[in-house]
Structure formats: structure tokens, C-alpha cells
């Protein structure tokens, strides 16, 4: 199986072999733009390995704020905290355009995931990643201004459609999903009305071309620096 995903994915990081395991262990899927996939406080009894397409992850706070936690590409794993746990989920996934995923039943994947030491090792590098970006996204929180953090959730968005290590001197991209402003804001842990400053200060340097719900880097070079991500790993 040519999987063609991401290495720093779930399936990105198991052997043909165990990709045709876990593909034959799951049903098919199709889903259309803002439709959602998993829903919050549903019970978590099976997992998404997303194969097309990219999804947001978003939870409601208990004012009834839509809060954007962050997005997935193809090859990610989706829903899995839920079913480790056996608690329900914690947030919805929705569909950015069309998607593509195997549903696979928890049960079935705990047995994949004894009889593959790859799909274990690669489902524990997916979640330390998370968690270490978790973790990084507090420090930004005491560590930068708004400027900065908003800057870094743009590159780490532009990387999403591509391996990171390529396309990083194209001067310019596109932000690979549609975003309304407030989400762009929930991403970076901005108020709304700092965000719509920041961005103002990137376009007024010609980092950035915004429009209705589209965000075109104008210069990704000069963007990396001021993100301060050039040297970290992604």
C-alpha cells in the first residue's frame, strides 16, 4: 500500500502492511464540508483514521462559546482520548471540505494495536506530539505577544498542507482551511478584537492578505522568522 501520508502522522508512521491491517479493520466513511464526525459528550467507542481531507477540532465552553482546539490532516487518528479513557468525547470534529476516514471500533483497533508494535509506537509519538504542543501553546501564552502568537498559528497552519521541511522558502501560501476571524482568534488565544489588531499589523508589513474567511501569506520566509519556529521542531 503507497500510504502517501505525512510521516509525522499516525499512518504516516506504520508499515504498509500494518496500514492494510487497520484499513481492513474499518468501514468507510464520507463526509461534506461543516459536517461533523465526532460530537462532544457522545461516547467514545471508536476511533477516525483520517484518509482525505482536513478537520478542525472545537469544543463549547460553558457560556456556549465555540473555541477552535486545533486541526488534523490525512493520516491522523481522531477520537482516540475518548475511547482510552472510556469517558465521552471532549470536543466535535468537523469537516474543512471533503473528508474521508475509516471508522474503526475501539475494540478492533486495541487488538491492531497489540498485534503491530508500529501502530503502538506511532500512536504514542502522535500523542507525546500533542502533548507537547499543548504544553508549547501554554509558554506562548507568557512567552509572546500577540503579534508572535498569532504568527505562529499561521505558519503551523500554512504546514499543514505540506511535510514542514517543504515549501518553507516559498514566499507565499495559503492558509489551507477557511477561517472566520474568531476562530483565527480561538487558535492563537486571542480576544477578537487583539487578533483583528495583530492581523492588521501583518498586512501592514506585507506578511499577509486577508479576506472573507481566507488568509494568504504574502511572505512565509519573513513570517517564520518573526514566528520564532524556524528552529523548533514542528
Not at 499512518?11 to 465526532?38: F, I, K, N
Not at 477561517?179 to 499589523?201: D, H, I, N, R
Request: hydrophobic share 45%; charged share 25%; with cysteine.
Amino acid at each position: 500500500m503507497d500510504k502517501g501520508f505525512p510521516a509525522d502522522t499516525f499512518l504516516g508512521g506504520v508499515s504498509p502492511e500494518t496500514a492494510e491491517h487497520l484499513m481492513a479493520a474499518g468501514t468507510l466513511a464520507a463526509y461534506t464540508d461543516r459536517r461533523p464526525l465526532l460530537r462532544q459528550g457522545d461516547a467514545g467507542t471508536h476511533v477516525l483514521l483520517l484518509l482525505h481531507g482536513m478537520v478542525k477540532i472545537v469544543t463549547c465552553t460553558v457560556e456556549g462559546h465555540e473555541v477552535v482546539l486545533a486541526f488534523r490532516r490525512a493520516g491522523d487518528m481522531i477520537g482516540e482520548m475518548a475511547a482510552l479513557e472510556r469517558r465521552p468525547r471532549s470536543s466535535t470534529v468537523v469537516a474543512c471540505g471533503n473528508v474521508t476516514v475509516r471508522v474503526v471500533q475501539w475494540p478492533a483497533m486495541k487488538k491492531l494495536l497489540g498485534q503491530h508494535p508500529d501502530a503502538g509506537a506511532s500512536l504514542l509519538q502522535m500523542l507525546s506530539a500533542r502533548l507537547r504542543w499543548a504544553n508549547q501553546r501554554q509558554l506562548d501564552h507568557h512567552a509572546y505577544g500577540a503579534v508572535i502568537r498569532l504568527a505562529r498559528g499561521l505558519v503551523e497552519l500554512a504546514r499543514l498542507h505540506e511535510p514542514p521541511q517543504r515549501g518553507e522558502l516559498e514566499t507565499r501560501r495559503e492558509i489551507p482551511v477557511s477561517l472566520t476571524q474568531e476562530e483565527v482568534a480561538s487558535l492563537a488565544g486571542l480576544a477578537l478584537t487583539t487578533t483583528q489588531k495583530a492581523l492588521a499589523e501583518l498586512r501592514r508589513d506585507g506578511l499577509v492578505e486577508v479576506s472573507y474567511r481566507k488568509i494568504i501569506i504574502t511572505n512565509f520566509p519573513k513570517l517564520l522568522v518573526l514566528s520564532k519556529l524556524i528552529d523548533e521542531n514542528p
